[in-house]
């Protein structure tokens, strides 16, 4: 309590947007970060077109594990 | 400690995910492959070290990068560091597809940002990574793909936070420069596009 969260301005919420998503932002930045995309219809937009860009790429599917790998592996773990 | 059918079963399920992985990181078949064979034997045989079952797979992924960033290091040590100066020279650094495509006077009418996403194709999107320098490259994976923290990512490319926090900003620049390149490329957004913002 007390601490009151500081005013960022678009140019800063810009520089923080990644980390944000990332949830490494210190606690107070963060905090700053939540009250001004609240308010900040630009910067939710952006907030919200890393964070789509950020999802894509985290449900890449790229290639099936062809057999031979299977088979290789099979004989790994049948050694263990 | 998770056992040996654990550990058979996880590697099972997930082996097409760890090829995946592999396969971004070596861009090659058949050297995804042995990186794959060989994470999973080094991961049997550190499985002690495992202390969360649930994190199984992005502690195999992890296992695997140090295997692939370890010959990496070997390599560059008979090579004389000529791979990673790209690194430095690359221009990418502040790129933002956002701004390419943010048209103000459009924001009650149309939405180009999220068209744009919606015409991307999980191939594109494998195609821009492929194109990226080789520390892009992991830092993207490590970062967006993996889910690993900047911590985690430092500890394991052995370089401190600050760098890895600045090797993430470069790596998505440049995602999202050859993102937007394969898209002109494509067709998919038009020069015009450009500067409109």
Redesign the interface.
Known sequence: MGDEIKKLECEQAITMILEYLDKELPDHDHEAMDVHLETCRSCFSRMEFEKMLKGKVNALQIKKAPDSLRDKIKKVTGKF | MPD?DF??NQ??VN??????HA??MTKN?ADA?DL??EG??KA?KAIETLENESRFVPWVMRIMTNHFISDKRKAREKTKHIEYIEEYSDDAEHFS??EQ??Q?FL?WWGNP??EF?DD?L?KD??AA?EALPEQFRVA?LM???E?L??QEISETLEVPVGTV?SR??RA?SA??KQLWEHALEKGLVSQESEGLS
């Open positions: 040996r550990f058979s590697v099972d082996l097409d995910r760890f090829y995946a396969l971004l078949e492959e794959v064979a999973i034997a049997w597809l956002f495509l943010h103000p924001l940002e999220k996403l991307l999980q999107i494998i990574i993207v970062a967006d793909i889910g923290s900047y926090r993430i900003a998505r995602l999202q």
